[in-house]
């Protein structure tokens, strides 16, 4: 083993920090979930339908992921049929995905009451894609737009090299 | 056809050409610096070949071949991603497995057009990046690239 390495425990959330993370079962299941209920809004033009999943969006986003009804539903329906939570995401930019979603769901539902049906459907079809592409591949748009503005963030206010916070996980024998 | 109708086959056609571009993309390990033809098979020659990570001011080895993994505080997929690597890296007992959160070194992850975590490199014996992909790494292209590490002499 070198001299210039160090081996250190794994660099895992501890459990503290697991905390604030969700079920990433949970969240594929709620895009499903908001996916369905935007298509039926869509193809019925129906602003109510719009404005529930505006409201559902709106309880992830302002009170957290897990006063979401499609969080409740998972663990309340799938998540005693599948078992605990192999694998986890961290809330903050879920959450903010579905502040996103609510501007987007809100545009869309004052779009189709207030007859400005095109601005509705262009809104309610961009959460759409979103939710849809969450669904399908796993990818989320919002925590990539949070991502972004925390590094932004970063960079402006602190743009300053910290101290090295490395691990070198596997060093080798005899190198 | 209905305006909401047009809006949810759009929505379709959106998903599907973003969906087939990451699919595509997503965890492939590209060679940074130009290959032998023999070696073509590993990635396409992609960039000049960068400066060594260690003079970025990141904490990695400047004199040995190895893996770093930029990771960040809202990674989900970093855990295994690193599992994976260790895996693969068990075939390789000279190359170690560093983490760097690419959060804080925001200049140096800057340089090196970190946009995503992880990110990965292979590093040469020199400290630069020869290879490098983002996503959750392909194991096959993971494990061509270590083994051209190792021969490249």
Not at chain 1, 90 to 114: D, H, K, M, N, W
Not at chain 2, 57 to 78: E, H, K, N
């Amino acid at each position: 083993m070198s001299a210039d390495t160090t081996v250190s425990a794994p660099h895992r959330p501890s459990p503290a920090q697991r905390a604030g993370w969700v079920d990433l079962r949970a969240t594929r299941f709620a895009a499903w979930l908001t996916s369905v209920v935007l298509i039926a809004g869509l193809l019925t033009g129906n602003a109510w339908v719009l404005a529930a999943q505006t409201a559902v969006f709106g309880l992830g986003a302002f009170l957290g992921m897990r006063t979401s009804p499609y969080g409740r539903l998972f663990r309340a329906l799938i998540a005693p049929r599948l078992g605990p939570a192999t694998r986890r995401e961290p809330e903050p930019p879920a959450r903010f995905a579905q502040l996103v979603g609510f501007g987007f769901g809100a545009v869309a539902t004052i779009g189709y009451l207030s007859g400005a049906t095109v601005l509705g459907a262009v809104a309610a079809g961009l959460a759409l894609a979103a939710a849809l592409l969450n669904a399908t591949t796993g990818f989320c748009l919002g925590c990539e737009l949070y991502l972004l503005g925390t590094r932004i963030r970063a960079r402006t206010t602190h743009d300053r090299s910290t101290p090295a916070r490395t691990t070198v996980v596997r060093t080798s024998e005899g190198v | 056809m209905t305006t909401g109708t047009t809006a949810l086959l759009a929505a379709l056609v959106l998903v599907s050409i973003v969906g087939i571009w990451r699919w595509r993309r997503d965890g492939r390990i590209r060679a940074v610096r130009p290959v032998a033809a023999s070696d073509a098979g590993v990635g396409t020659y992609e960039t000049e070949l960068g400066p060594a990570l260690a003079d970025l001011g990141l904490p990695v080895p400047a004199d040995r071949r190895s893996v770093v993994q930029f990771t960040g505080p809202y990674c989900a997929i970093c855990p295994q991603s690193r599992t994976l690597i260790e895996r693969v890296l068990a075939d390789h007992p000279g190359i170690p497995l560093v983490e760097v959160d690419a959060s804080e070194h925001l200049s140096a992850a800057e340089v090196l057009g970190i946009r995503r975590t992880p990110t990965v490199f292979v590093l040469d014996d020199a400290g630069r990046p020869a290879h490098r992909g983002s996503g959750m790494p392909r194991e096959d292209e993971l494990r061509a690239a270590l083994t051209l590490a190792e021969r490249a002499r």
